[in-house]
């Protein structure tokens, strides 16, 4: 072999895709202008997992299967989203865009598990162990001792993990670590790509727990944590707007448990606390009587949460119309207008449409559907919706109110908040089976078209 330049190829850093030549968009995730060039990665940690033993098949009857063993974290919301705790030996990546409140999460974890005599080493690329210190203090009290490290390289951190064999370990974050083999940058596809089959290994192989950071990152030179989802065991989404308090965390995926799980939170002074009901939290300052505002009930994984929907529909001033969708999908709304439009006849055309789901969390379910319907049809004739009524139910193009999952789910959680009446589908109604309890004060209404929410509103 001919020796020379060592050999480049280039990245997307988006998602990690690998290509000989640079490329204006990436065919793995469609970003543009992603590609970096890096050096070829050796994958040194997985070659040296290969064992040239003869590959045995099992048959499926007789693989014996032991329940994985899990440690809870001691934060309920936290628990939930990894599917009832960490299991020994798993990778999970924390991900989120900086300053969400990632380190404060898994230190506040850290706390937990420490009081209830859990080994713990948190490995900070990040912040000194100083400011890890003022960050604790922030957090309240530390009853057992939890060991710090301010440390980028990998192998060093690899030696202490090794000799201290501690139950969890922390990496904070990813994109900060290295290995001297490696010869680009921290923060570079191959850095991080190594970084992270390293971890792996050592997780397995000592049977840690490991949790690592990564940074969402918009634009520079710094891979993105998409890289590394396909090799981790668990991925977490630490989520939020900016300015809103709440924070929520989403499995998008877990090997050991189910996905689409939220976890809710909200930023205080001293660090992050649990939101236990999340819907009454949700409907806080929610005004009464106004038109435009309908509250609908969504499902989250399997949890369901009420929300507001706003909508604000006014003539427009401009040669188009203006349409705005905050939290929830733009060409749905515009379909929905346009549903409205052709099966109402009512002329949308020359309106503005503002829709918002109130409280930054952004939602992607159709049983949202009828909720943005009344909303629009409420704003538009100015008329507001009963004091205590909740709908929710997916619409169809022809103006058809089709069934959701899990209306029972729904239904019982807008009785517990004390709503009266539920405007859902009527299919879903004929379906239902409550307890007498959650009836008992409960108007249902089933409809069949959007035409029967007309006369219901
Ligand atoms: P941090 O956990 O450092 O974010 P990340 O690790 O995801 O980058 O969170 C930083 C933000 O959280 C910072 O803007 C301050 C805020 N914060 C609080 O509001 N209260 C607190 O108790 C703490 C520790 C942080
Ligand atoms: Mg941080």
Redesign the pocket.
Known sequence: MAKGRSKTVFFCKECGYESVKWLGQCPGCKAWNTFVEGPAVKASAGKEQIRWKKAEPSRLSEVSITEEERTLTGITELDRVLGGGIVTGSLVLVG??????????L?QMCQSMVAAGKHILYVSG?ESVKQIKM?AE??GKFEQELFLLSETNLDQIVEAVTEQRPDVVII??IQTMYREEIDSAPGSVGQIREATAVLMRLAKELSVSVFV?G?VTKEGVVAGPRVLEHMVDTVLY?EGDGSAPYRFLRGVKNRFGSTNEIGVFE??????KEVVNPSEYMLQGKPEKEAGSVVACTLEGTRPILIEVQALICQTSFNMPRRTAAGTDYNRVNLLMAVIEKRLGIRLGDCDAYINVAGGMRIHEPALDLAVVAAILSSYRNQALEEGSICFGEVGLVGEVRAVNMAEQRVTEAAKLGFRKCILPQVNKKQLTLSQKVLNGMELIGIDTIYELLGVL
């Open positions: 989120g865009d900086p300053g969400i409140g990632k380190s404060t999460l230190l990040e960050r922030r957090l904070d974050s950071v940074h630490f930023m205080c002074g001293n660090g992050l």
